[in-house]
């Protein structure tokens, strides 16, 4: 179990070329159950979604986004939003919305499937709510996009750890990092 999570979380890589195949809306459900199975602040799951594999809707919301050909691209799309009268403290439910997604891009390489955070259509977010005919109630966090994914090679990378860890107590404890 722990080394199946650990694989996900450093197999998984942002896919942003997909085959044809559709996703079925099983997958993109378990997908979304997966979302709601985040840790949220007096579990007040403030999260919801909008699943999209119909052509003409994704045609719409590719137009309000830089990453257009990504949305052409994949087969379906999953946006997450915050209602905002299910929210109790900003910073924590937007951290909860955070632990969502990531929730549902690991349940998405799990099944294997590909999927990409999009945050720049955040922009336009307006836009995306009246193309779903949703109310400002609900606060657009991103889309994912999701389909098979067309290969495998995507590359990523991160800094060395010893970059992002300030302190340890005891200090011998980094003596580890030291080149
Ligand atoms: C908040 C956020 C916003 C992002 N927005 C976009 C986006 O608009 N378009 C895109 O192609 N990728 C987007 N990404 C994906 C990142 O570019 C990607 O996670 C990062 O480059 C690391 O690559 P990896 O996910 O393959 O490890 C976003 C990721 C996050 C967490």
Redesign the pocket.
């Known amino acids: 179990m722990t080394q199946s999570v650990l694989s996900a979380i450093y197999a998984?890589?942002?896919i942003?070329e997909f085959s044809d195949g559709a996703v079925a809306m099983p997958d993109l459900l378990e997908i979304v159950r997966a979302g709601t199975w985040a840790p949220s602040g007096l579990n007040n799951q403030p999260w919801r979604f909008v699943i999209v594999t119909d052509d003409v809707m994704r045609g719409k919301i590719s137009e309000t986004?830089?990453?257009r050909h990504?949305v052409l691209a994949a087969r379906a799309l999953i946006a997450v939003y915050l209602d905002t009268e299910a929210m109790y403290d900003a910073v924590k439910d937007h951290q909860a919305a955070g632990a969502c997604?990531q929730n549902m891009l690991l349940a998405a390489e799990a099944l294997g499937l590909g999927a990409?955070?999009?945050?720049?259509?955040l922009k336009n977010k307006e836009k995306v709510n009246a193309i779903f005919a949703l109310s400002a109630r609900y606060d657009l966090m991103?889309v994912l996009a999701i389909g098979y994914p067309l290969h495998r090679n995507?590359k990523?990378s991160r800094k060395e750890l010893d970059e992002f860890i300030l302190k340890t107590f005891p200090q011998e404890a980094t003596d580890v990092f030291q080149k």
């Open positions: 998984r890589r942002s942003r986004t830089h990453y990504i997604l990409v955070w999009l945050g720049q259509i991103a995507q990523s």
